[in-house]
């Protein structure tokens, strides 16, 4: 069968269309990655900014002697349904606390309820049209207004939504995140300097390498189990502990210190090494003195970057008990704590529409941290980075 | 707290015995040298030394004094353990001191001994795996004991509802069922949604950014796909519950179509986008790993750039590019958060995606988050689940590892 050049040239016009075609095919999917990330982004910030503005009311407190036993006596009787339960409830307290300042009384800007908050953000909320309209009067006249929400930097969990903050979580992630690094840092250094300077090039060493990369890639829930059966029940660990939960991510975070501290010492030039047993250093000596703080910048990056995945966990920590709710800022490492993750998922559980907000606030919360965390660990590298 | 205090005691008592040692040690080497002989090591490696022999086994022995107390359930008072310790600190001390001669190799002793530490670091990896490995098996047969093995592999029915009324001690738990077939058939179709979404958009993305991208875009196309590994899977899950699913629900209900809130698309979807990464990064090495000889081969034959894509790149990267896949299904099995909070809780046995259907992971979490005390069969069935899922992702990782093994040995590739 032969063709006429006219029909071979038609043919190459099409091979060429449908090569260019393939072209924008790719081009496409790569756009469609990106807008995929670009819409979570807006998303995110659409629900979350506004959790970091909070409805304040302008009142008077009247520090009265029947406020000492009901903190509403204290309150304009028009004001207590906008305003939130928390306030009220401190009163008393606060009378018993100090008794001479009953009979006196100021003017605060005090925290509203989340209800009054979703209706000035636009959300769905449970307000009737004349309250609404009664406190469209209150914003015109400047007694109702939108400020900074420092009570979510504040507090920790609570129950009634305007209230809650995520304090609780971050100091909880960060003693987390001490016994993680504790445990997984030395670990994992000591083991990749084993594997890549030390160890024989036999079979126990290639077993530990394929278990590394397999353990890598275990479902993380997997090592919730391990934490739940070996730390918990069997050695005594309790539960809910940043002990627990700490000790659970470190394994979890070992491989990935292991690998990028291995890659780090490969980097090394054996140069260095032959120049340092040249001088006559043991081969300790020359791990320690010499190969180690070249291969630090390294090394930092990844433990960086492994504890920044250590801290976005949440699966093995629910199964180590670490979704307790957590009112106080917890103080020590064996008492229950909750870590931000967690913190994420309780609030997205509470069917109140302004724990949607918190929810999406703890988020951006999160991902800020995670965001610096990263961008730190790229500086630290283009910083330090030697090529050799 | 007096074990605590005990413990405090015993740490101070320790350190201070090694700071004794260092000092001694230094002292008497120093001592020595000044006293004009010749010795093998520096007076600070013979400290080291010291040290080492003086804290090294003592907190051996009070390690293996630990392990059996609570291995064993042996009943030595914890006073008695620390002291014993103490004193096999102390012998060290006398003993090391005693080696501090001109004719000890203090340098490689030191070198021996930290070797062997380094070695046992590296073995905790081992033992990680090995927890992981008895925690499962080991609840796992203690389920079995309690339900047939047959049933949980082909049973179609989970409801674990009565073991909970057995274990209060009301009903025998007989009317307990596990099932596995619908939660792993849930765990698949999620699964299987996830890889339809991620496979031809990494793909295609790693074959954009490592054919046509110029070095620009590639740089910045890199970490900003990485970005979308790096968000935390309880972030996903949030976005697939109140973001993704309501626009399902809607979409469906345009089409007249009955979607339910929990549906198996938005989990499957958002997993989807959390893989893409995985599959794009190492699709990408693969492809550039291709050699260029291949690539002009088929452009001198006359083959258009999008053929020689087709025809001989794409061919010569597929068990890279299946590896990654497998890799990416591994974790899309083994994901936990996104199902947890956007799929379902009920076991349900159906092929459409519009439905709420449950996974594994869920029941792990549901069954280890409930109030239920730890030996109830449903609390060990979460472990038997656990096994499975294990056996399941340790294959595909292997079968990946295997792949991507033969690949670089055809092509001599060193970059993986």
């Known amino acids: ?388 | 707290m007096q074990t605590n205090q005990l413990l405090l005691i015993f740490c101070g008592a320790l350190l201070l015995l090694g700071l004794l040692a260092f000092f001694a040690g230094r002292s008497k080497a120093t001592r020595l040298r000044s006293a004009g002989t010749a010795m093998f090591a520096q007076p600070d490696q013979y400290a080291w030394f010291t040290v080492l022999s003086t804290a090294g086994p003592a907190i051996l022995v009070g390690a293996v004094g630990a392990f059996i107390l609570l291995l064993l359930g042996a009943d030595i008072p914890t006073l008695y353990l620390l002291a014993a310790s103490l004193v096999v600190a102390a012998i060290g001390l006398v003993v090391s001191l005693n080696q501090v001669r001109p004719d000890f190799h203090a340098r490689q002793a030191i070198e021996r001994v930290i070797r062997k530490i380094l070695a046992g670091a590296a073995l905790i990896s081992i033992f990680t795996t090995f927890g992981i490995l008895f925690s499962i098996i080991s609840e796992a047969l203690r389920f079995f004991q309690m339900h047939s093995f047959w049933d949980f592999i082909t049973g179609t029915t989970w409801n674990p509802g009565a073991s909970f009324l057995a274990s209060a001690g009301r009903g025998d738990g007989s009317g307990a069922e596990f099932g596995s077939v619908p939660l792993f058939a849930g765990t698949f179709m999620i699964t299987a949604i996830a890889m339809l979404v991620a496979v031809p958009i990494g793909l295609l993305s790693a074959i954009y950014m490592s054919e046509y991208a110029p070095r620009s875009v590639r740089t910045v196309a890199k970490p900003v796909l990485e970005v979308l590994a790096g968000i935390p899977t309880v972030v996903y899950g949030f976005f697939a519950a109140i973001t993704v699913a309501p626009i399902i629900v809607n979409i469906a209900g345009f089409f007249g179509l009955d979607a339910s809130y929990n549906n198996a698309l938005a989990p499957g979807i958002v997993m989807g986008i959390m893989i893409i990464p995985f599959i794009s990064s190492l699709s990408d090495d693969v492809i550039n790993s291709v050699p260029d000889s291949m690539r002009q081969g088929s452009l001198a034959l006359g083959m258009t750039k999008g053929e020689t894509i087709r025809d001989v790149v794409v061919p010569a990267a597929l068990p890279g590019i299946i590896s990654a896949s497998l890799l990416g299904m591994s974790r899309a099995l083994g994901e936990t958060m996104i199902v947890v909070m956007a799929a379902g809780m009920r076991p349900n046995l159906t092929a459409n995606p519009l439905e709420d259907m449950t996974t594994v992971t869920v029941r792990i979490v549901a069954a280890l988050t409930g109030d239920q005390e730890f030996a109830s069969a449903e609390t060990l069935s979460a472990f038997a689940l656990g096994l499975v899922l294990f056996i399941v992702t340790l294959a595909l990782n292997l079968v990946s590892v295997l792949m991507i093994r033969r690949f670089r040995e055809k092509y001599r590739a060193n970059n993986l």
């Open chain 1, 1 to 388: 069968m032969s063709h006429t050049f006219d029909e071979i040239s038609q043919q190459l016009k099409r091979r060429h269309r449908k090569s260019s075609r393939l072209k924008w095919i790719t081009m496409g999917s790569l756009g469609l990655a990106g807008l995929f990330l670009v819409l979570f982004f807006a998303d995110m910030l659409t629900k979350g900014l506004p959790a970091f503005q909070q409805a304040y009311v302008q009142t008077e407190i009247s520090y009265n002697e029947e406020a000492e036993t009901d903190g509403r006596q204290a309150f304009d009787e028009e004001l207590l349904p906008i305003i939130s339960r928390t306030v009220v409830r401190v009163i008393p307290m606060e009378l018993r606390n100090n008794p001479d300042m009953i009979g006196t009384s100021e003017e605060q800007w005090v925290l509203a309820n989340s209800e009054v908050d979703q209706y000035l953000k636009g959300h769905r909320n449970s307000l009737s049209a004349e309250e609404q309209a009664a406190i469209d009067e209150r914003v015109e006249a400047g007694q109702v207004d939108m400020r900074f929400n420092t009570t979510f930097f504040t507090n920790g969990d609570s129950k009634i939504a305007e209230n809650a903050g995520i304090l609780a979580a971050v100091v909880g992630t960060v003693m987390t995140m001490i016994v993680t690094l504790a445990i997984a840092f030395p670990i994992g250094v000591m083991t990749a300097v084993y594997l890549e300077e030390f160890a024989p090039d036999n079979r126990f060493t290639q077993i530990i390498e394929i278990n590394i990369n397999n353990l890598a890639a275990i479902p993380s829930i997997l090592f919730g189990l391990l934490g739940l059966a070996i730390f918990i029940n069997f050695f005594g660990v309790p539960r809910s502990s940043p002990l627990a939960g700490g000790m659970t991510l470190a394994l979890m975070t070992l491989p990935v210190i292991i690998i990028s501290t291995r890659t780090a010492l490969r980097s090394v030039p054996d140069s260095i090494r032959h120049a340092a047993f040249g001088v006559g250093c043991s081969r300790w000596q020359v791990v320690r003195d010499h190969v180690l703080p070249l291969a630090m910048p390294g090394i930092m990056t990844g433990s960086i970057i492994g504890l920044a995945q250590a801290m976005g966990e949440t699966a093995p920590l629910i199964i180590v008990g670490m979704v307790a709710f957590i009112p106080d800022v917890g103080a020590s490492f064996t008492n229950a704590a909750t870590v931000m993750p967690a913190q994420i998922f309780t609030w997205s559980g509470e069917p109140e529409q302004a724990f949607v907000e918190k929810t999406a606030g703890g988020i951006l919360v999160l991902l800020t941290i995670l965001i610096s965390l990263n961008a730190f660990a790229v500086v630290l590298r283009k910083k330090f980075e030697r090529r050799w």
